[in-house]
């Protein structure tokens, strides 16, 4: 069924560029579409790092860092450092995908910082475990849970160990938001290691959400996993590189690619750079895990923020020694 619909997807779009034949208007592609993290860091002339870092779970996560600005390399001292985590279904590219005076990233390295930037469990970065493949199901059995009990600990404790600083500062989005609620909240020890939390766009409520990813929170579990599959969701691949490359730099169907970005991210025209649609594409989404997507389809349905429910009174019971999965309590922290 998957295969059958991305095919539709695929055919109307392959008409559209053809019929158009000589008489479309083509903007020259960016070169940013064809790198990665590391070379668009390199690319506007900061420093890049790359650093991998294993959970106490086994996973290997990339963390991508800008240690200074393109004119204050040679101050003397440790800088301040800040740790950004991005969102759903995204990495630490969201963070430079915009142009070095509008990227946070890049902003905020000019400005002084040691930059890092992390990368959930499962997206184009995270897909490394010490004993398991990413063709096993049980590679996918995770969701922001995992990520707040396992990925966020290794990775500021990473980063605070190769800099000798005893704090940093987090920024987390969305989903980043999230799990910085559930991990400084569960582990004290690790809330005493940011110095602050910025939260934009925080989650821990879905009450009254109207993204249109939100209308398949409706589905029962069985159904998603029927159409989705037990292991990864949104994947960067092939055929969205394609799209970016050769379908968002057409003049007459940036339309299509800019509603493609207000499916994921919510529909806001003002905050949206027409000019670096495809580079947004590219690198967006960049995927999670099915079991992930369904954490965030009962948190629609719960009134309660509530960690993953494994299906049945044995499954929690296993997981969590009692028969309902545990409700999440967000502390205030200082």
Known sequence: MKMRLLGLVVCLVLG????????????????????????IISYWGFPSEEHLVETEDGYILCLHRIPHGRQNHSDKGPKTVVYLQHGLL?????????????????????????????????NTWSRKHRTLSVSQDEFWAF?????????????????????????????????????GFIAFS????????IKMFFALAPVVSLNFVTSPLAKLAHMPDLIY????????????????KWLGTHVCSQVILRKLCENIMFVLCGFNEKNLNMSRVDVYITHSPAGTSVQNMIHWSQAVKSPNFQAF????????????????????????TS
Do not use: C
Not at 21 to 39: H, I
Not at 156 to 174: A, C, D, M, P, R
Not at 225 to 240: M, Q, R
Not at 309 to 332: C, I, M, P
């Open 16 to 39: 559209t560029v053809h019929s158009e034949g000589p008489r479309r208007k083509r903007t020259s592609v960016d070169p940013e579409v064809n790198m990665n993290v590391s070379e």
């Open 90 to 122: 995204a990495d630490s590219s969201n963070w430079i995908t915009n142009l070095a005076n509008s990227s946070l990233g890049f902003i905020l390295a000019d400005a002084g910082f040691d930059v890092w930037m992390g990368n959930s469990r499962g």
């Open 143 to 179: 969701s922001f849970d995992e990520m707040a009990n396992y990925d966020l600990p290794a990775s500021i404790n990473f980063i605070l160990s190769k800099t000798g600083q005893e704090q940093l500062y987090y920024v987390g989005h969305s989903q980043g938001t999230t799990i």
């Open 186 to 193: 569960r582990i004290p020890e690790l809330a005493k290691r």
């Open 225 to 240: 996993k029927d159409l989705f599959g037990a292991k990864d969701f949104l994947p960067e691949n092939a055929i969205v």
């Open 309 to 332: 429910d494994w299906g049945s009174t044995a499954r929690n019971y296993f997981h969590y020694n009692q028969y309902l999965s545990d409700e999440v309590y967000v502390k205030q």
